[in-house]
């Protein structure tokens, strides 16, 4: 054998690789299959494209960049083939209490209410427990003595309605008493809402007020001459203290009271809540002075209202003269500042879109303000209809034979409102009802006269209700606590629970007397 060598020699030929290795017998069987020798299998027009994108992906991989606009029109390709007919329908369930049932609910417990023909003295009896709160004295000690000379007069301006004026006044008689000025009788802002001109003299006794508070706080009707004289008898012309709502009486002393040295006399406009709620107890003392001693309403609304409250006791015989009050507000205004939405329909959207616009411009339809009514009612921030009146108290034990003196103003849509609660309460009255038109004919076109009746009516009830808070309702149950040592008959619902309770038609009559055993808090 001839050794191999790399460089070959003249003449002869360049020598071959050697042979590749033969593959695999099985993947040479797999190659000749069954197409045969030397045939490839047939593609399809599909696997061919894909293949050839596959291949300029893995080749060029800067496509990839294109990779989501690829995606997206495939989506949009494969989107328009699809019938959106099987797309499921997702329902949305309200929250519960969210949504007024209660007429569904009315209309259920209504025959099983008629049908109930027992009697009970639920006016007498509701309050099962004894009062344990120990006896409440009241903050007033009248003074005796004469009083310091005057720093100087202030002259406020009352705004808002009948109980707004009245906070005002107790809060102008704390302030003068503590920096010992002169208070001249406030003068009432005539408001677009009310619109009533009354003045203070109009509604309460102003010498009677003088009087109580003479040995506590100088007061006087009209501002001396020579003091006037200084500023053209103009009022406008007096310095005007833009007091922050809620000011400390501190700050009345450190700012208001320099002021006040040195022009003796000042403005303060407007005045509803300048004074904060905390303050130390001689200023609370003349709060309470003012608003529970010496607040007496004038002689023609006193009469009547007096009058009214024989009437109801007269009319509650069968009770022992003792009548049930309930302070109502269920006004067109109050709906509408609410956003609740009730079971008017498209009628009472309008209207109550309406009403916003005529009372609080703008205010709700500014941009971004977002109103949902199914939360306000879960929040128990809806007032109460007079149906759901009628429900809570017949669910408290209330019979047809309790007799209601109904204290509001003019309720939206009496007429489809009111009739719920005069089937289940037909000895229910109103002051129009009590009293003949000849009777309110001085008082019918001002809102506060007409409110003070209210006031008297329900001072003197065995049982109070308040079903939507405010300023009528806390002045009532503090002045009837002060007349009652402490403790009267007030019923305040817990408007969360019953508007969870009013959302379930499926209850009874039963649990409804049960649930509102706890729910009205008494």
């Not at 042979?19 to 993947?27: A, E, I, K, N």
């Not at 903050?139 to 100087?152: H, I, T, Y």
């Not at 269920?330 to 008017?344: P, Q, Y």
Request: hydrophobic content about 35%; aromatic content about 10%.
């Amino acid at each position: 054998m001839q050794p191999y060598n790399r460089i070959p020699s003249s003449g002869q030929s360049t020598p071959s690789p050697p042979p590749s290795p033969l593959r695999s017998p099985r993947l040479r069987r797999s190659k000749q299959g069954r197409f045969g020798a030397g045939q490839q299998p047939g593609r399809t027009f599909a696997q061919r494209l894909t293949w050839l994108i596959l291949s300029v992906f893995l080749r060029r991989q800067g496509i990839f960049l294109f990779a989501p606009l690829i995606y997206i029109s495939g989506m949009l390709l494969y989107m328009g083939t699809v019938s959106f007919d099987v797309v499921p329908v997702i329902t949305h369930r309200t929250a519960p209490g969210s949504v007024y049932r209660s007429p569904q609910l009315y209309a259920k417990l209504l025959p099983e209410m008629d049908s109930d023909n027992s009697t009970s003295d639920t006016i007498s009896t509701i309050w099962k427990h004894s009062y344990k709160g120990g006896q409440w004295q009241p903050c007033v000690n009248k003074s005796s003595g004469g009083l310091p000379e005057s720093n100087g007069y202030i002259y406020v301006e009352a705004n808002g309605g009948l109980n707004q004026q009245r906070t005002s006044i107790g809060n102008a008689v704390a302030v003068a008493g503590y920096l010992n000025a002169t208070l001249v009788i406030p003068n009432f802002h005539y408001h677009s809402v009310w619109r009533d001109p009354s003045k203070f003299k109009d509604i309460y006794d102003e010498d009677y007020f003088i009087t109580t508070l003479e040995n506590d706080v100088h007061v006087v009707n009209t501002i001396p001459e020579y003091i006037m004289e200084r500023f053209d008898h103009n009022m406008s012309n007096v310095y005007n203290f833009r007091i922050k709502a809620w000011s400390s009486i501190q700050y009345y002393r450190d700012a208001v009271l320099p002021k006040l040295l040195e022009e003796k006399i000042i403005r303060i406009s407007p005045f509803a809540n300048r004074l904060s709620i905390d303050a130390p107890p001689a200023v609370q003392r003349l709060r309470c002075l003012a608003n529970y001693e010496a607040l007496k309403f004038s002689s023609p609304i006193l009469t009547l209202g007096e009058s009214l409250v024989a009437r109801m006791k007269k009319l509650s015989a069968n009770n022992g003269g003792k009548y049930v009050s309930v302070h109502l507000r269920f006004e067109e205004d109050m709906v509408a500042f609410s956003c609740c939405v009730f079971d008017g329909g498209e009628e009472e959207i309008q209207d109550m879109n309406a009403a916003r616009e005529r009372g609080w411009r703008g205010k709700f339809t500014k941009p971004g303000r977002v109103i949902r009514p199914g939360a306000i009612r879960i929040n128990g921030k809806c007032p109460l209809t007079p149906l759901e009146v009628g429900l809570m108290l017949r669910g408290m034990g209330f019979d047809k034979s309790t007799s209601i003196y109904l204290a509001s103003g003019k309720i939206y849509k009496s007429e489809k409102t009111m009739a719920p609660l005069f089937e289940m309460f037909p000895l229910l009255q109103t002051k129009e009802m009590l009293a003949s038109a000849e009777e309110l004919a001085p008082f019918r076109n001002y809102s506060s006269r007409m409110a003070a009746i209210d006031y008297t009516v329900c001072f003197h009830s065995e049982v109070f209700v308040t079903t939507q808070g405010g300023n009528f309702p806390h002045f009532l149950m503090g002045h009837r606590r002060y007349l009652y040592g402490g403790h009267s008959k007030t019923v305040r619902p817990d408007k969360r629970k019953l508007a969870l309770l009013f959302d379930n038609p499926k209850i009874g009559v039963e649990i409804l007397q049960a649930s509102n055993a706890e729910y009205a808090n008494s």
